[in-house]
């Protein structure tokens, strides 16, 4: 039975573009994969959708005959969505292949923090595993804090098991690169801020003691190997991802 792969992350953290490696790469691999675009928000796409969500709303033309502004059209069209849910879900459910990549709006609130993300997960039939992608370019121990956060937020509201993939690994300084996780985990802000970034940080590595961040470039193709197999692991007995 095909694996329902859901790719979440912040706006402009590289969703559409794993989406679009990472089925080249299964392509190329032998793996058998569909596509489903559930951004109702996107203009144009690197990939060929196999299910298209802007068969059914489109930010654009709702902004149009409703006379909304974008944050609006993207409330309105997540609304559109929830109300057909079972069709979304039958639909999606009908596309064939090991994997069914699911890539999400780019505001990740919409599909997260209503009901749209939980209401499609439990339509869905199958294993179900979510990609919560974190773009460390130039970001400061806080911030990762945050992302890596976000990441249990996603299990916590998806019910499903996720894995944290660093997206634009390319771009980060290979040398400073290689101790990322231990300088980021340890912030160094001072104060009652410092303190609360501390803490996270440590209650995050008590948590999450057997999860390991992946690196990926969707430019460059690295890390999408290693990718595959975690996800494997994912529901392996012994779950064991460190």
């Known amino acids: 039975m095909a694996m329902n792969l859901i790719v979440i992350g912040p706006a402009g953290s590289g969703k559409t573009s794993l989406v679009s490696s990472l089925s080249k790469w299964m392509t190329g691999s032998g793996i058998s994969r569909c596509l489903i675009n559930l951004d109702p928000g996107a203009d144009r796409l690197p990939y060929a959708p196999d299910y298209d969500i802007r068969s059914i709303v489109r930010v654009s033309e709702l902004m149009k005959s409703e006379c909304l502004s974008p944050n609006g059209a993207l409330v309105k069209a997540a609304e559109v969505i929830e109300g057909r849910i079972r069709e979304v879900a039958d ?29 499609l997960v439990s339509s869905l039939r199958g294993r179900t595993a979510a990609i919560m992608l974190l773009d460390l370019c130039d970001i400061s121990g806080a911030d990762y804090v945050t992302l890596r956060l976000l990441g249990l937020i996603a299990e916590l509201k998806l019910g499903v098991p996720s894995l944290d ?37 440590s209650l995050l590595n008590e948590l999450e003691r057997r999860k390991r961040v992946i690196p990926v470039s969707s430019l460059s193709g690295e890390g999408l190997e290693c990718l595959y197999k975690a996800l494997g692991e994912l529901f392996c007995s012994c779950g064991d991802l460190s």
Do not use: C, Y
């Open 91 to 119: 639909s999606i459910q009908s596309m064939r292949g090991d994997f069914r990549i699911i890539d999400t709006p780019g505001q990740m609130e919409l599909f997260l923090f209503r009901q749209l993300g939980s209401a």
């Open 165 to 201: 993939v660093i997206s634009k690994a390319d771009l980060l300084d290979r040398k400073a690169s290689l101790g990322w996780q231990e300088n980021i985990s340890a912030p160094k802000s001072e104060g009652l801020h410092g303190e609360l970034a501390h803490n996270l940080s």
